[in-house]
Every structure is written in C-alpha cells, then in structure tokens.
C-alpha cells in the first residue's frame, strides 16, 4: 500500500450531487470520478473520463471531498474505471478511517476481490450490445457479497435475454443486495464508442414483469433533474 503523504491519483472530477442510480438512488452523495478505462462500452456516457484530469495528493482529495460535501458521509468512487489505479485503495482507507460508507461503481472486467470488504461493489456486467461482454471476468460472481449490487445496461432483447440467463446461472438474486437493470438512453458515437440506439424502458418493464425478474428496474435520476450532458451531477 501507498504511504498516504506520497500517493496520488489521477482526478477527473469531485462532485456533491444526488445518488442518481442504485438502491441508494436519491441519497446525498460525493463523488470521486477517476480518470482512466480500459473498456470502450458502446452506450459510455463518461467518455471525457477516459484521458480527462489532473493528478492529486491523496490527501488533496480528501480535503476536496470535504468541502463538496460539507460532511457528507456517502462516497462513492467512479471513473472511468476506477480499480485501475491502484492508489485508489489509499484513498478508500483514509475515507473509510473517516468513517464514511464507500460505494465504488467497477466494470465486471476488474478483479474486485481486491476492495477492502467494507466497501459496497456497484459492479457492472456487460452486455453484448455493450461491445465488451468478453471482458466480464466470471471469477468476479464468487467474490460478491450480500452487501454489493449488480448492473445490467439492457440496449435491446437479446441483451435482456443474455442477461436474465446470467441472473439464473449464478443466482445473482441470492447473492447480491439488489440486481439491477437499466435501459440503455440513446447515445450518439464518439471519438471512442461506438454509440447505441437505445431502447424504450416501457419494454424493458413488460419483459421484467413478464417474466418476474428477480431484478430492480432503474433510471438514471440524475438525467431526469438535469440536462443528461451536463457534468458534475
């Protein structure tokens, strides 16, 4: 690990907002957002995430979340992807010795078994519309807790299908808080992805309820309050 005085990571944003997905959707929160990703998902809507930020003192950050937040105890960690810097565990010690509840939101293509237990994995499994579902690392299911969550971005039927057949296989509902599905918003290419059409979240609703899907059905509340390109939100 680290010595705290000397790490450093590299900062896209810090932000105090709302929770705008999750089972914790709607609760203040700060967030950390990570520059850096080695996946180019179709439908990524943080792609200036990906070469973005400055590098920071671990304890710069620190000080940076606590005056976005005002003493705001919710933390989540994003990116980007944020398990790619491995100075990212210095930063969670010090937040968790501070006595804050850690979220961190990881792609499924990430090892997680190296996150302090106490900390709560938003982790994504990627969908083959996603364009980088051979990148899930399948050792990741065994390391999830009762205490974490699980993502699906749904861009169309297939993607659902593929999806509820991984729910099945690996009794995620068993495993996990809460797995969760979204569908995916329309997203134009970029300099980096490929973009998606999107699907309507009314079919995603029927298939669920059709099927009784062990399975949370979310939006992204953020995009609702705000303009959905707007940042530090």
């Known amino acids: 690990m680290s010595n705290v005085t000397e790490a450093t990571c590299r900062i896209n944003e810090i932000f105090y907002s709302l929770q705008g997905e999750s089972t914790w959707a709607?609760?203040?929160?700060?967030?950390?957002?990570?520059?850096?990703?080695?996946?180019?998902?179709?439908?990524?809507?943080?792609?200036?995430?990906?070469?973005?930020?400055?590098?920071?003192?671990?304890?710069?950050?620190?000080?940076?979340?606590?005056?976005?937040?005002?003493?705001?105890?919710?933390?989540?960690?994003?990116?980007?992807?944020?398990?790619?810097?491995?100075?990212?565990?210095?930063?969670?010690?010090?937040?968790?010795?501070?006595g804050k509840t850690i979220l961190i939101e990881t792609s499924g293509a990430c090892d997680i078994s190296v996150c302090d237990p106490r900390v709560i994995r938003i982790m994504d499994i990627k969908t083959p519309a996603s364009g980088e579902s051979h990148r899930n690392d399948w050792n990741n299911i065994d390391h999830l807790t009762k205490q974490d969550e699980v993502k699906f971005v749904i861009c169309n039927r297939a993607d659902y299908d593929w999806s509820k057949n991984v729910i099945d296989k690996y009794d995620l509902s068993l495993r996990v808080k809460s797995v969760l599905v979204s569908a995916a918003g329309e997203m134009a290419p970029g300099q980096e992805v490929e973009g998606v059409a999107g699907m309507n979240v009314r079919d995603l609703t029927d298939w669920v309820l059709e099927d009784h899907l062990p399975v949370k059905l979310q939006v992204q509340l953020h995009k609702i309050i705000w303009d959905p390109a707007m940042r530090g939100v």
């Open 26 to 98: 709607g609760e203040r929160c700060v967030f950390v957002r990570l520059t850096g990703c080695p996946l180019r998902c179709a439908y990524c809507d943080t792609e200036y995430a990906f070469r973005e930020g400055e590098t920071m003192m671990i304890a710069n950050i620190v000080k940076e979340i606590e005056r976005v937040g005002k003493g705001c105890d919710l933390v989540e960690i994003t990116g980007g992807e944020p398990l790619v810097q491995k100075n990212v565990h210095t930063l969670i010690d010090q937040l968790l010795e501070m």
